[in-house]
């Protein structure tokens, strides 16, 4: 099946400093990729989609400066979290859609980044 | 926005017994997945149902969807341990992303 890795799995940093996950499509090309958010005991909620060599699209709320997507290849995206702060604490988890050969509306979803700002 | 509501959002079992959990959604689609979550993990698959489905099974999972209700439910059957997790629902729309239900803490006692 598609494999999607996140680098890192986990990062500590300090309060002001930025911080970039990367999201990578191990055997296929992925079109579209989807950075989601998760909170302790909450559900997953969408951040941002990017298109490969396109600017992404931001969800209502997420601010388009602090979270920086970057997809400049179909098989790499990026978040930066800009001067992270405590409350950028979170679970975060890309997803990948693309020419898998099997189904193309089907997400493949990463890992995940656990991220605390301390 | 999150579209799909789940019930229970908490729900304790014993070994053994069937848990199900139903999600409610709010426009239309065409599959509605479930995904489990083991706490602190990423998320794994375990089944999608496409719109003109009614029902699928896999294993010891039985889903069902409801287009007129916008509802699906997951049933598993004969419970373990080892299925103690969250449960989510996430519907598909054309082309738009996932959305994501809140879930269902389902916790399995031995």
């Known amino acids: 099946g598609a494999v999607v890795s996140q680098h890192p799995s986990w990062v500590i940093c300090k309060s002001g400093t930025s911080v970039k996950i990367e999201c990578r499509s191990l055997?296929?090309?992925?079109?579209?990729m989807f950075w989601y958010r998760q909170f302790p005991k909450q559900s997953l909620m969408l951040m941002a989609t990017?298109?490969?060599?396109?600017?992404?699209?931001?969800e209502q709320g997420v601010e388009k400066d602090k979270f920086l997507i970057n997809h400049a290849s179909l098989t790499l995206s990026t978040l930066t979290v800009t001067s992270a702060h405590p409350e950028d604490s979170s679970f975060y988890i890309c997803?990948?859609?693309?020419?898998?050969?099997?189904?193309?509306?089907?997400?493949?979803f990463g890992p995940g980044t656990r991220l605390l700002v301390l | 926005s999150q579209q799909g509501e789940e019930d229970p959002q908490a729900l304790s079992i014993q070994e053994g017994e069937n848990a199900t959990m139903n999600c409610s959604y709010k426009?239309?689609?065409?599959?509605l997945q479930w995904y489990r979550q083991n706490s602190g993990r990423g998320l794994v698959h375990l089944i999608l149902i496409r719109s003109n489905e009614r029902e699928k099974h896999s294993g010891r999972l039985r889903v069902t969807l409801d287009t007129s209700k916008k509802s699906s439910s997951l049933l598993i059957t004969a419970s373990r341990a080892a299925d103690t997790a969250s449960y989510f629902c996430a519907t598909a729309a054309g082309n738009t992303p996932l959305v994501f239900g809140k879930g269902t803490r389902l916790s399995v006692i031995a």
């Open positions: 997803s990948a859609r693309g020419d898998t050969g099997n189904n193309q509306e089907t997400q493949y």
């Open positions: 055997d296929f090309q992925a079109t579209t």
């Open positions: 426009t239309s689609i065409n599959n």
């Open positions: 990017s298109n490969e060599g396109s600017k992404a699209t931001y």
